[in-house]
């Protein structure tokens, strides 16, 4: 066993629900007991101390920390092609990310790929993810056997189109099923990996693809796909399915609107689509960075809230500009602050559960990870900034836990982040003593 001596902060509560300050735990000399991966106990550093005087003790002094952080929507093909500024939604696919995502046809190409992609995410602090597959299945396993030697929590899934997209990333109907049935076999619930049907978006799925998709669903896996990002998107998808209420219908047709699916952006909902996902307890993955260098829109945070969806918080690399989830906190509230009066002021305790136990819930991993609870996995990020730097002087200024929270939210980069471990195991150690 193992006694992690550090200032712990976690949001066990829900900010949304109620008074934010009581979403947060803090504890300021505070110790976590893990044996096996799991935390066994959680208290002061001096109580857990007397309680196990024999237990070797990890001393993390400085800086604070945080559950490792769950992103709730990221696409690993995308990993080489972050930055293409500039562009719309369907321009900068057509131009950035699709002609890198064809790539991936080359399995040796993909397996580098995707390392890349993980040992981004780790050096993050992400230590649970749901991410955005390939259209490949070789590309796929690629993901899948790299993240089971991180140990990474993944949920993923090959991504199905069967028009409009560029002809080498089309797969038929009978193809889908047979790959992804494969994959499934292969990989999901193997250690911490879960497979999530990925229909790229209705505009580019049939009828006859989305019913594949609700046969793959129900072999008791996860679901994902992109909804209302971009106005021109939106009308493209009315024009292709001029039956259906709104966009969200094109998949509640077909059952795949459900509490294991989660839906990114969600920029633009149309009238009557918040209150289905509520009654569906389906769940929206925000992503902030990539709805403001797209130019998609301002994200309706108060309306998701106020109907009862659940939000998490997604990088959606290679349209966002990085994989650090504060980052993208930390435009959420940017993004609330510019919608003025029909925004939603969010705390710093609101970014840190964005950041992590949002993400648990959507993919309803709340019982293992995203927060430092007695029986979680110990997924942790140790965030302590060298001594000079900014956010160093803002912390030592920081009049209590929220404030030093604001401090991180405002100036922690991935640079920040001095260890990460999961499920008990340093993943990435850039400033731990000897
Ligand atoms: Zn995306």
Not at 154 to 162: A, E, K, P, R, Y
Not at 193 to 222: H, I, N
Not at 297 to 312: K, N, Q, S, T
Request: proline share 5%; charged share 20%; glycine share 10%.
């Amino acid at each position: 066993m193992t006694i992690y001596r550090a200032t712990i902060v976690d949001t066990p509560g829900d900010p949304f629900a109620g008074d934010p300050a009581e979403a947060l735990a803090v504890d300021q000399d505070g110790a976590l007991l893990v044996r096996d991966g799991v935390i066994r106990a959680r208290g002061s550093f001096a109580a857990l101390r007397a309680e196990h005087p024999g237990e070797q003790v990890t001393q993390l002094s400085g800086g604070m920390l945080v559950p490792g952080f769950v992103d709730a929507h990221v696409h690993f093909p995308q990993i080489r092609v972050i930055g293409g500024l500039g562009l719309p939604l369907l321009d900068w696919l057509e131009r950035c990310a699709l002609p890198e995502e064809s790539r991936l046809a080359d399995q040796g190409y993909a397996r580098a790929v995707a390392g890349e992609f993980l040992d981004g995410l780790i050096s993050a602090g992400t230590t649970s993810a749901l991410v955005f597959g390939s259209h490949f299945p070789a590309a796929m396993d690629e993901l899948f056997a790299a993240a089971g030697q991180r140990g990474l929590n993944i949920t993923s899934g090959l991504v199905l189109s069967d028009r409009i997209l560029r002809p080498d990333l089309l797969n038929s109907p009978q193809t889908a099923l047979v790959d992804s049935a494969g994959l499934i076999r292969r990989w999901h619930e193997r250690g911490r990996l879960r497979y999530a049907v990925t229909p790229r978006f209705s505009l580019s799925a049939s009828d006859e693809m989305l019913d594949v998709c609700a046969q793959l669903l129900a072999k008791g896996v996860w679901f994902t796909s992109h909804i209302n990002e971009n106005v021109a998107e939106i009308a493209a998808v009315a024009g292709l399915f001029p039956s259906a209420r709104n966009y969200l219908d094109t998949y509640r047709r077909h059952g795949l609107v459900t509490e294991r699916s989660v839906f990114a952006h969600n920029v633009h909902p149309g009238d009557g689509e918040l209150a289905v996902l509520a009654e569906h307890g389906a769940s929206v993955s925000h992503c902030p960075t990539s709805n403001c260098a797209l130019g998609s829109g301002l994200f309706p945070l108060r309306e998701h809230i106020e109907y009862g969806v659940h939000v998490a918080l997604g990088s959606d690399v290679g349209a966002g500009s990085g994989l650090f989830l504060p980052k993208e906190a930390l435009q959420a509230y940017f993004i609330q602050q510019l919608l003025g009066p029909g925004g939603l002021a969010l705390t710093p305790v609101h970014l840190l559960y964005l950041a992590t136990r949002a993400g648990a819930l959507a993919l309803g991993l709340d019982g293992q990870v995203g927060d430092f609870g007695v029986g979680k996995d110990f997924d942790a990020v140790w965030l302590r900034p060298a001594p000079r730097s900014t956010l160093a002087v803002n912390l030592r200024h920081a009049c209590d836990a929220t404030d030093a929270l604001a401090r991180v939210f405002s100036l922690a980069t991935p640079a920040d982040v001095a260890g990460v471990w999961i499920r008990g195991e340093l993943a990435a150690d850039h400033a731990l003593p000897d």
